[in-house]
């Protein structure tokens, strides 16, 4: 007897489900009506929670978030195990017809009570993702620092969906032009006209909320502070397209000064247009690095203790802010990124 399936990938490219009788149907990011339909399927998941949200449907409304490839599809009962080794290779999460969301090998996940979620059920990450994590606890227990081990992969390699480099360059030069700002305003004030002469591109790039705050005389102590700490994210983003050799430990402030230079020094069509950024496989393993040390940060704050090994909270901060920008975390414009931990 068939089964009607549908599964949801996270990743760009899934291997084909071969195993099928008849080609299934499927869509991508491409199709205008997937990002609707996942959110509904959100909201879906969303009308079974009844005293809180858990760390297992959180996990689920995560991946539904990162949906790139919706299959539907039936499936006779004796190719169960096919589908099972399929949707572990294509980083699959199931919907069946009794309202139920399962893992691939029919682990109940979520439901409305029938059928029972299952303790064995897992969430699916892919095997690189999974290895970056194992790295990163290691590195931070060898430095004497142990995050949870309930802490999530980030992405893996298959699911990232970058930004371009001439994006992240403009928003680098954006974020060093309202820093500088920031720092003019306790000494010789930098107007708008002067900050463009040097960083043009940048002052074009600005958000709303940046250009409000360079165009404001008197800004208040919050977005002051705020926006002087974007030397820390353009800094990321530095390293991230090659213009910084080394990413050191986010430990300490950056040298502004470098950074603004920098910025000056590639402020020109030219080498906009000729932005490259580094490997994904580094831009994640920074990525999950400073994941688990957002963590460390915020703990310490709510345990009111120094954060372990040395950790500059601003700096981290501003490190994962800037990363979950240029990695698309949930596809947020710069001035609503989050960075949950």
Avoid at 55 to 82: C, I, K, M, N, P
Avoid at 258 to 280: C, F, G, K, T
Wanted: charged content about 25%; overall charge negative; glycine content about 6%.
């Amino acid at each position: 007897m068939a089964l009607l399936i549908n599964a949801y990938s996270t990743l760009a490219s899934p291997p084909q489900p071969e195993f099928l009788a008849a080609a299934p149907s499927r869509r991508d990011r491409s199709d205008p009506e997937l990002v609707p339909h996942l959110q509904g399927f959100v909201g879906y998941v969303l009308s079974t929670v009844s005293e809180g949200m858990d760390a297992r449907t959180f996990g689920v409304l995560r991946h539904l978030q990162r949906v790139q490839t919706h299959y539907s599809f039936e499936v006779e009962d004796t190719a169960f195990d096919a589908l099972a080794a399929w949707g572990e290779a294509a980083n699959v999460l199931c919907f069946l017809p009794d309202g139920s969301v399962r893992d691939a090998a029919g682990n109940v996940l979520v439901s409305r009570g029938e059928p029972p979620v299952e303790a064995d059920a897992a969430l699916p990450y892919p095997p690189d993702a999974r290895a970056r994590k194992q790295r990163s606890e290691a590195e931070l227990k060898q430095l004497g620092a142990q995050p949870p081990a309930h802490l999530p992969p980030v992405l893996g390699e298959g699911e990232v969906r970058l930004r371009t480099p001439q994006e992240a360059m403009r928003r680098m030069l954006a974020l060093c032009a309202v820093a500088v700002r920031a720092e003019s305003l306790s000494s010789q004030r930098l107007s708008e006209q002067e900050i463009r002469a040097k960083l043009g591109p940048g002052v074009d790039a600005l958000t709303p909320a940046e250009r409000a705050f360079i165009a404001s005389d008197a800004p208040d102590e919050e977005s002051w502070a705020n926006q002087g700490w974007r030397y820390e994210s353009a800094a990321l983003l530095q390293w991230a397209l090659g213009l910084s050799e080394r990413l050191p430990p986010p430990t300490a402030i950056c040298e502004a000064g470098a950074i603004a230079r920098v910025a000056i020094e590639h402020a020109d069509p030219a080498r906009i247009e000729a932005a490259r950024l580094r490997p994904v496989p580094e831009l994640l393993d920074a990525l999950d690095a400073v994941y688990r040390r957002h963590w460390l940060v915020r703990q310490a704050r709510l345990d009111e203790r120094e954060p372990a090994v040395g950790l500059h909270p601003s700096v981290v901060y501003e490190r994962h802010y800037a990363l979950n920008w240029l990695l698309r975390f949930d596809e947020q414009d710069w001035d609503e990124v989050g960075t949950p931990t």
